[in-house]
């Protein structure tokens, strides 16, 4: 339990491992009067007013651009990540902002045969939404929820993960001169503020992205009120490379797949079936990409690679990965953490896995990838699903047509073909099966999860 006494918490710089900068804690008063600042602006005109949504969106999304290197700055900082992947995040989150300002949303009329009244169906904003986002991508996935549920009339308060408030603060800063008091707000602060926010009474929908284990307590605290909830959780994602692939032609755009933000995504690749008579020839090339990658610090040129945003996330990797080899896993590359300050990890290909080892069977997030053989592509398909995940999922290999009859396999939310993840776009649903989520973000099914259908009759006047 946190010390309450104190109205602010330590930041710490991951590419130091040392306390850079201090973030306001918030009390439980100062939680009550943002949540009600938010219901009183959506009793207001905000909720009423399309076109003043719509206009405020694309405000936002010019005021983001504008302050773009302010913000990847402290987004680097705080984070860990490259300073160019930082300053994409806030590009991503101004595409976002400019896709649901766009985005046309009509109401659809009935007429049965016979009637004599005209039916419309439209979708009416819930009214607040609390929002919990993590510490991986902190301003894109924040606008995965900002954006379509001020679209749809709706306001928000949102907390960020306590390992990357500032960013997301610098960011509310920015948005508070463009939406109306209220519409918006950014609390941060340790547990149990999530708690708090989750169960807050005036909450009428939870939007979480996070852990998995996270994400079925907070599940369970919205069922009390029934608040509706998007999940949007964990992801043990396969690649699977058939007989037919090149391993060397495609190791690049592989090894990015899973080593991108130090394989800190939910959709990263996290686990390789590859075929037995090419996995050698693949680890290989894995490998040699993977010692020519130096992680650094984020906001030096040039840097790809920056720290694993936190401890105990850097503890884990390590965790998962002296599990594996003393399991009787080889390390190609990497395995172990760097010496110097910071939480810096090698970037690490194993092979000689264990089918059951944690590293495949548990979500690593972090930078280092399991290689397993199959003899049959039956079997790689079914080790690829024998996962209590399904976030996204890939199959590489020459014959586009065979490999799309296996990617249409997968019991996953996405897949893909000669490519990863590569539908985390704003107009394509996003969701995923088993333990990874309920609900969708993103595109028309977004902004429909943070709406209420509605239906109004009236006498028909033809």
């Known amino acids: ?14 590419a130091t491992g040392e306390v850079f900068a201090t973030a306001p804690a918030c009390s439980p008063e100062q939680l009550d009067a943002a949540m009600n600042a938010a219901q009183r602006a959506f009793a207001g005109s905000w909720s009423r ?66 009637a004599d009244r005209r ?36 306001t928000m308060v949102l907390k960020p993960s306590p390992f990357t408030p500032l960013a997301t603060l610098a960011m509310g800063e920015v948005l508070q001169e463009v939406f109306p008091t209220g519409v918006l707000t950014v609390v941060t602060g340790p547990d149990p503020l999530g708690n708090l926010l989750t169960g807050h009474p005036l909450a009428r929908k939870v939007s979480f992205t996070g852990s998995t284990a996270t994400g079925k307590k907070v599940a369970a605290a919205a069922a009390d009120d029934l608040k509706r909830i998007t999940l949007e959780l964990g992801g043990n994602d396969p690649a699977i490379i058939l007989p037919d692939a090149d391993p060397e032609a495609i190791a690049e755009q592989l090894f990015w797949s899973a080593f991108r933000n130090n394989g800190q995504i939910c959709v990263a690749v996290k686990r390789v079936y590859a075929h037995e008579s090419i996995k050698a020839r693949l680890v290989d090339a894995l490998a040699e990409i993977a010692m020519s990658v130096q992680p650094d610090d984020g906001s030096k040129p040039g840097v790809r690679l920056g720290a694993i945003n936190n401890e105990p996330q850097l503890q884990r990797v390590e965790e998962l990965v002296s599990d594996a080899i003393a399991r009787g896993a ?15 990890f090698s970037p690490t290909i194993l092979t000689g896995v264990p089918a059951d080892a944690r590293i495949v069977s548990e979500e690593q997030f972090g930078p280092a990838l399991p290689v397993l053989p199959y003899r049959n592509v039956d079997d790689a398909v079914a080790m690829a699903n024998d996962s209590e995940y399904g976030l996204t999922s890939s199959v590489w290999g020459t014959d586009v047509e065979q490999a799309t009859a296996v990617a249409r396999r997968f019991d996953a939310g996405q897949a893909a073909v000669n490519a990863h993840a590569v539908g985390l776009r704003p107009d394509l649903p996003f969701a995923g099966a088993k333990w990874s989520g309920l609900g969708v973000e993103n595109g028309p099914w977004g902004l429909h999860e943070l709406t209420q259908l509605s239906v109004v009759m009236a006498p028909s006047t033809t």
């Open 330 to 344: 080889k390390a190609a590359a990497g395995g172990s953490r760097i010496d110097r300050p910071g939480y810096f």
């Open 119 to 154: 039916v419309e169906v439209t979708r009416r904003p819930l009214g607040v939404v609390a929002a919990i986002t993590p510490w991986n991508y902190p301003l894109l996935l924040a606008m995965w929820k900002i954006a379509p549920a001020l679209r749809a009339g709706n």
């Open 49 to 114: 007013d399309e076109e003043v949504r719509r206009a405020a969106l694309r405000a936002a999304a010019d005021a983001l651009l504008a302050q773009k290197d302010r913000l990847a700055a402290v987004l680097t900082a705080e984070q860990g990540k490259p300073l160019a992947e930082a300053a994409s995040e806030v590009d991503g989150s101004v595409r976002w902002l400019r896709y649901y300002a766009d985005l046309e949303t009509e109401p659809e009329y009935l007429t049965p045969p016979g």
């Open 1 to 14: 339990m946190p010390d309450q006494s104190k109205n602010t918490f330590d930041v710490i710089n991951p």
